[in-house]
């Protein structure tokens, strides 16, 4: 297997604490290099934009019950510079860059090719950065960019509708990157059909909104441009690596058609969605990024390990357990508003929790061999000593006895 690590630099209230913004970056730039130190390899970095705790005044909050920030880090580019001066073989991804807002993919794509150009200066960096785009998972964020419906019927069809605006986005920020001289006129225009929502009722509503029955419904493009071409344009592409952030297969395979881009999956998405997206992929996967593989997909990971001295194994795993019920219920509340111990359940299933012996026990059980884990210890957790603890915990008892887990299955 292999170990990537997850830091969301998420500012919210732990036991009634909520440590400065100096305080959050400081201790991610502490947990990442001891994650350099300990072979991991890519620190995976949150995304987020505007006030988390603002938006809950406006008059339509996402997430009306979360206190504190979502994320802290609104620049991998910046971040990550930072984090190759400060480490020696960790690479650095974005977990997930936003290329709706900000100025949109056309902006997004200048940042990447002057970060990389930066970046790859030194003829002996080989480091990557891994470009995880995605849509936002919060529209308050695209709103406050124009990023929003126009008319009643984007306005009945938001959801598809907003499908569709990744879809132009991620075309243009590729191509772009891809060193292409680009117009809007190159590209397809976006419609609306019976497919593209979950039921007859859903797209009824959008009809009704639109006027009249038709097979189809024609959207105005989001970004209006004449040919361009983006600077820096001499930059060394080998240094990056996309990432979609999207569960839609038909978009997972279109975008092979300009690069090489690998697929995130959630903690939650379900075994057998795993399974058929790797056989598609394997099947239309960018020729310049070789064969397809398993590790191309990381796998989003709760970690709560207990490997404390002075502690039986069973002691460890009781602690280990109350660590992630607290984090976990508290997650569901700030979300929701009131625990729901159904999804905490549900959660933990997904996660990795006891000691050293457990946790690996549960990998192989849960994770195919070839399997890339993205591990994430920070998740409501400020103590600093005890995530790096965690880490180190966890690197130096549980890969050694998943190999030996492994050999052990396949030998018998």
């Known amino acids: 297997m292999k170990y990537d690590i ?30 350099d130190e300990l072979g991991f390899g890519v620190a995976w970095i949150a995304e987020s934009h505007l006030s988390s705790q603002v938006q809950k005044e406006t008059s339509k909050p996402v997430i009306p019950h979360w ?14 510079h930072k984090v190759f001066a400060q480490t020696k073989q960790i690479e650095v991804g974005s977990a997930i860059m936003n290329i709706l807002c900000n100025g949109g993919p056309i902006a997004a794509a200048e940042k990447i090719a ?39 019927v984007e ?31 190159q590209m397809d225009a976006p419609t609306l059909t019976r497919q ?33 071409k983006i600077i820096p344009q ?34 939650i998405t ?16 960018h020729q310049d990024g070789g064969a397809w593989d398993r590790g191309h997909m990381p796998r989003t990971v709760f970690v709560f390990i207990n490997e404390q001295e002075g502690l039986t194994a069973e002691q460890k795993s009781e602690k280990a357990k109350e660590e992630a019920r607290a984090a976990l219920g508290a997650y569901w509340t700030a979300l929701e508003g009131t625990l729901d111990p159904s999804k905490v359940e549900k959660a933990s299933h997904n996660a990795l929790i006891g000691n050293a012996d457990e946790i690996a026990l549960q990998m192989v059980e849960r994770f195919h061999p070839d399997d890339r884990l993205m591990l994430w210890f920070d998740f409501f957790n400020h103590d600093n000593e005890r995530v790096m603890a965690n880490m180190r915990d966890f690197m130096t008892h549980v890969p050694e006895k998943v190999e030996a887990l492994i050999q052990e299955r396949q030998a018998g």
């Not at 969301?8 to 201790?27: L, W």
């Not at 009824?204 to 024609?218: F, P, R």
């Not at 690596?241 to 690998?262: M, N, R, Y």
């Open 6 to 35: 997850f830091f969301s630099i998420s500012q919210t209230p732990v036991d009634g604490h909520t440590p400065s913004e100096a305080v959050m970056f400081q201790n991610f730039f502490d947990q990442v290099k001891v994650a």
């Open 67 to 80: 206190q504190g920030e979502v994320g802290l880090n609104v620049d991998v580019a910046q971040l990550a």
């Open 114 to 152: 002057c970060f990389t150009a930066l970046h790859g200066l030194d003829p002996e960096e080989k480091r990557k950065l891994h470009v995880g785009f995605a849509a936002g998972r919060f529209d308050f964020m695209n709103r406050a960019y124009g990023v929003d419906a126009r008319n009643p």
């Open 155 to 185: 306005e009945a069809a938001w959801r598809s509708v907003k499908g569709k605006v990744f879809r132009e986005a991620a075309e243009i920020f590729l191509r772009l990157l891809n060193g292409e001289v680009l117009s809007s006129d």
């Open 196 to 228: 593209d929502f979950r039921s007859d009722e859903d797209w009824q509503k959008v009809l009704d909104a639109h006027g009249e029955n038709t097979e189809s419904i024609d959207l105005a493009r989001r970004w209006e441009f004449e040919k361009l």
């Open 234 to 267: 001499d930059f060394r592409r080998e240094l990056i690596q996309f990432v979609v952030g999207s569960h839609d297969p038909a978009l997972q395979e279109k975008v092979q058609d300009w690069a090489p881009v690998q697929v995130f999956n959630l903690s």
């Open 270 to 285: 379900s075994a057998e969605i795993i399974e058929k997206t790797h056989e598609r992929l394997a099947k239309v996967y």
